[in-house]
Structure formats: C-alpha cells, structure tokens
C-alpha cells in the first residue's frame, strides 16, 4: 500500500474540506492493492517478518511469529468442516491470542463476530444466535458465560484459552495467580471443548488452504445498537476495512512532513480490540505499517496500565477522553517520558477541552480528535496531524469520504447552519447483518449514512457535534442505548414504567441514570440494582436511580427522555 502523498485536485466549492487538507493531501485513496485483510496480513508478516508486531506481559511476537500462529489457526479451522464466510466470535480481552486469532479467522476465509469478553448470558445469547456463529474462542475467565448459553446457540465447535498460553514458562506462573491468588476464573465445564495449545498443535500439522476471498466479502460483524436499541451487526466488508486503512495510512504519514518518521512506530493498545475503534486503529493499522502494539489486557488498572506503559517509548496512543483524565492524575504517569509521543488520538466520545489542554500541558501532544462510528469501519473524519493544537471539532473527512449536515427533509443545509451529520465513502457499511428495513433507515438511496449525530459545517470544512438525535447514551467510549435498558428492567416484578437517559460523570463521559414508577411499593433501589447487575454489563447498568410518581409522556403516551433530561431535579441520586 502506497503511503506516497499524491497532488490534491483543485476543492470544490461543494467540498469546503478540501481547502483544509495538509499539503499533497490526495482528494481519493488510490485503487486497493489488496483483496482481503488475509493479502495484507500476508504482505505485512513477510514484508516485517522480524520487527515486533504484538507484545503484552512483556512477551513479544514478531511478525514472522504472528504469521505462523495464525496459520495453525486457520488451518485448524479449515479442518472442522466449517465454509467460507462462516462466523467465528472471539471473546477476549487484549492479550496475544487475540490478533493471532483474529487473523487466522480472516486469512481462512471466514467472518470475525467481536464479542465484549463482560457481556451477561442474555447480551452473548443474542449475538451469537444474531450472528449464527459456529464457533467462538474464549479466555477462560469468561467461559461460564459461554455455558450459560452454548446450547441454545448454532455453535459447534468452542475454544477456550488461558491467560498464560503464549507467555512460554512465564505463562505458567500467570496462570497461577489469575485462577489460584486473584480467582479470576470462576468455574465451568463445556463439554467437548478444546484448549488453544491443542488447537495451536493440530493446526501445526495441517495446510492453510488459499481461499478466493473477495473484496466485497464480509470480514466483520461489528455489534451496535444503530437506530433503534436493538443490538445489530454493522457488515464490514474487506473493502470496507482496507479502505479505512488506506484513508488512514495517508493521514498519518502527514504527521511526520516536517519532522523525522521513527523507524518503527510503536502505538499504545489500551483501547479493546473487541471494539472497532481498536481493531481498526491499533490492530489493523498496525499491521499494515509493520508497527508494534502494545497491549494493555486490563486498562482500568490504571497503576498497572502506567507501569507497563513505563517500559516502552510509545509513538502512536489512541484513546478516549476518560482514560486521558485517570491518567494524568496517576502521579507516576505524569512523570513518564513524552519525548517520542507523536500522536495522540481522541475519538469514541467527545474530548473535553480542559482535558485536551492538561494534556498537551503535561505531554507535549496536543489530542487531535476524530469521529466515527461502527458503521463507518470506524473512522470518518480526523483533525489535521502536522502541527496545531486542539480545535474542539471531530476534525476534516478524510479522502474519498463525503460529509454533508443534512436537514429534516433530507436536503444539505448550507454551511454553519445545524443538521444531521450524514456520510459517505468506502469505509461505510454494506449495511446491518440480515435486517434490510434497518440498513434502509440508516443509509439514504444515495450512499449516505445517517449518523444521528447533530452538528455543522464551518466554512473551513471542520465539522462540530451539537447534540445527539438518537437517545444513546456514550459511557466511556461505549454505546448504551436506553431501550435496551428499560426492556430489562421492565421485567424486573414491581416496577410499572421506567426510562433511561445519560447524565453527565466526570469519569466516564456520561453515566445512565433511570428513573422508575413503583408497581410495588416496596421496590427498592438495591432491588432494581441487582437485577441490572444480572443482566447488562456493568458499563450499561444504571449508576443512579430515581424514583418518581410518574413519567412525562407525549399525547399518544410516548415517554419524553427529552423532558426527562430537561428536568430540574437531577441530583445524581436515588430519588
């Protein structure tokens, strides 16, 4: 893939952007050189055999090492009768099976379902039954979730793996402490199971078969709440992804015009590869430009987080508002070496200025902010890298991608007037997973994805995020969605009607706050707590409760979250 900067064709006046571009910032991404991200990968690991690709507990694979692993991985999968295009769920966290996993699912020619190593049975249920997954890898921390739900499920085949498993002697003493000193492992049992070292050995003495993999195939099904609440997979294709990564090489290579490239970038994993924002921005942009990543399994352990951190000279660190702030008040973060931090990216919410100028006060990065959603593979607009400081914008489109803030009836309103914030490219979904009425709302009939986000363009081409159209809420980085929410507390015994919206939280962006009307009168706080708890991960669960006589509801009784949100009374507290 060419990071060559090409001559930028004269802007149109209909794309005020263009004017903003770094110079020889090409309009469009050249043609794509790869069919698959399983061509890349294979270009990357015989390209940067012997540089360091993924490193985590101080154990390192290097290209070369990833390349066969991954092998082993898919030709064992190869081996189980599964077919092109297949769905595979890798429930883990960031630890070094995860890409070797990942990779060896895509190069055998089947679809990757990322799945929230924390979600509850219920949320597992229904992705791997949305998905049709036919098999799932798992860290065994979290395989009695797996149990739960195994049965009422199409998987055939489940692998389960250890914390330990590529650490080499080393993995043997982590196995200890996580099972034995810190019981992280609850018990289970999954019948005809096998472990990753089998896998790994059976695979050892088998072929990865070439597989006809097309662009248009589908690589990954990215789960999100999109319109209506209801988790759905956002289809992202190899076209889709390569895009993304293309857009992406160029932008980047324009951070280093007037100042010395580093030999070999080092990015910082903090963000889940289990979301798209770290699959894409760490995992697969790291391969592709034969950098290192290192992963942070557990990245709110912040003391943790910031020793490791302290081992290495860190190039590239994407991450989210949240995680900025617990950092710079950890005192031994803050006396770090920033000499090499080149970049910081700030995306999956909003980045508050006041943080954003600490930062650049304390590291000497300034956060360039980007947007995107799971919809967009993720990244669709990004603020300029070679030089400036924060602009409290999501930044430019990046090439070959179309932004236009459209009004009610669906027409562009003119600049710097407010709207939906509406894309196009080739990194936008083909649509979501087997729901065609959804892929119809959320993509107009000329390519354009309805973001739900409200904001508007300014004459220079940056664009500013106003307010929300849907009602999602953004804890940490994370979508909740409101409807999902209340569908399970609404089956909680003693509770008449409920709602949720977000609130502001200085730790986590917003927090969900749910007010309830008692059906019961002896319904309690702790009540509706522990039902949430048994049924949402924690980042959905509401953090306030507030009880109230009743809801403020539309003339055809639609509850109003917005008069809700409006309401004076708020005290972040049980009412």
Same mark, same amino acid.
């Given at each position: 893939m060419s990071n060559t900067l090409m001559q930028t064709p004269a802007p149109s006046t209909a794309k005020p952007w263009l004017h903003s571009y770094p110079p020889g910032m090409p309009s469009y991404i050249d043609p794509l050189p790869f069919n698959s991200?399983?061509?890349?990968?294979? =270009? @990357?690991?015989?390209?940067?055999?012997? =540089?360091?690709?993924?490193?985590?507990? &101080?154990?390192t694979l290097t290209f070369r090492n990833l390349d066969a692993h991954s092998r082993k991985?898919?030709?064992? /999968?190869? @081996?189980?009768? /599964?077919?092109?295009?297949?769905?595979?769920?890798?429930?883990?966290?960031?630890?070094?099976?995860?890409?070797?996993?990942?990779?060896?699912?895509?190069?055998?020619?089947?679809?990757?379902?990322?799945?929230n190593p924390l979600y509850t049975p219920r949320e597992l249920e229904h992705q791997l039954t949305d998905s049709g997954a036919k098999a799932i890898f798992v860290l065994e921390n979290f395989a009695h979730t797996v149990e739960q739900v195994a049965t009422r499920t199409d998987l055939r085949h489940t692998v389960v793996a250890t914390m330990?498993?590529? /650490?080499? /002697?080393?993995?043997?003493?982590?196995?200890?402490?996580?099972?034995?000193?810190?019981?992280?492992?609850? @018990?289970?049992s999954l019948p005809g199971h096998l472990t990753f070292k089998t896998v790994i050995a059976k695979g050892s003495s088998l072929t990865l078969e070439a597989v006809d993999v097309k662009s248009s195939d589908v690589a990954l099904l990215q789960y999100t709440g999109g319109t209506t609440g209801v988790s759905k997979g956002a289809t992202l294709t190899h076209s889709n992804l390569l895009s993304?990564?293309?857009?992406?090489?160029?932008?980047?290579?324009?951070?280093f015009q007037d100042k010395?490239?580093?030999e070999r970038l080092v990015f910082l994993c903090a963000l889940p590869l289990y979301h798209i924002f770290g699959m894409t921005v760490n995992a697969l942009m790291g391969v592709s430009t034969g950098s290192e990543n290192i992963l942070i399994p557990n990245p709110r352990d912040i003391r943790a987080f910031v020793k490791e951190t302290a081992k290495y000279q860190i190039n590239i660190f994407p991450g989210v508002s949240t995680l900025f702030n617990k950092l710079m008040y950890e005192p031994k973060f803050r006396s770090l070496d920033f000499s090499n931090l080149a970049l910081t990216f700030g995306g999956g919410m909003a980045v508050q200025r006041p943080i954003a100028e600490r930062w650049e006060k304390l590291t000497g990065s300034s956060i360039k902010e980007g947007y995107g959603l799971s919809e967009t593979s993720p990244v669709a607009l990004v603020n300029?890298?070679?030089?400036?400081?924060?602009?409290?914008?999501?930044?430019?489109?990046?090439?070959?991608?179309?932004?236009?803030?459209?009004?009610?009836?669906?027409?562009?309103?003119?600049?710097?007037?407010?709207?939906?914030?509406?894309?196009?490219?080739?990194q936008v979904m083909a649509g979501y997973w087997k729901q065609p009425e959804e892929t119809a709302k959320a993509i107009s009939a000329d390519g354009f994805l309805r973001s739900?986000?409200?904001?508007?363009?300014?004459?220079?081409?940056?664009?500013?995020?106003?307010?929300?159209?849907? &009602?999602?809420?953004?804890? @940490?980085?994370?979508?909740?969605?409101?409807?999902?929410?209340?569908?399970?507390?609404?089956?909680?015994a003693g509770v008449l009607e409920c709602a949720a919206i977000g609130v502001p939280d200085e730790n986590s962006g917003e927090a969900v706050k749910l007010f309830v009307v008692k059906k019961d009168p002896n319904l309690t706080e702790a009540d509706v707590k522990a039902h949430c708890a048994a049924n949402l991960t924690n980042y959905k669960r509401p953090r306030f409760v507030e009880f109230r006589t009743d809801l403020p509801k539309s003339n055809v009784g639609k509850i109003l979250r917005k008069d809700l949100r409006s309401l004076k009374s708020h005290s972040n507290g049980a009412g």
């Open positions: 991200i399983g061509e890349l990968f294979a =270009h @990357s690991c015989e390209k940067y055999a012997e =540089h360091a690709a993924f490193t985590c507990m &101080d154990k991985i898919g030709a064992w /999968l190869q @081996s189980t009768g /599964l077919v092109k295009g297949d769905r595979v769920a890798v429930m883990m966290p960031n630890i070094l099976q995860n890409p070797v996993i990942v990779f060896g699912i895509l190069r055998a020619g089947y679809t990757v379902v990322n799945v330990g498993d590529l /650490l080499g /002697l080393k993995g043997l003493i982590v196995n200890f402490v996580v099972r034995r000193v810190r019981k992280m492992v609850p @018990s289970w993304n990564i293309s857009q992406m090489g160029l932008w980047l290579e324009s951070a010395k490239r580093p300029r890298l070679d030089g400036g400081g924060f602009t409290g914008t999501i930044g430019l489109p990046l090439p070959s991608t179309d932004v236009e803030i459209r009004g009610d009836d669906g027409n562009a309103v003119p600049l710097g007037d407010i709207g939906e914030i509406c894309i196009r490219g080739p739900g986000d409200i904001g508007y363009m300014n004459p220079d081409g940056l664009v500013k995020i106003v307010d929300r159209k849907k &009602d999602m809420i953004l804890v @940490s980085g994370f979508n909740v969605f409101p409807n999902e929410i209340e569908e399970v507390v609404m089956t909680l």
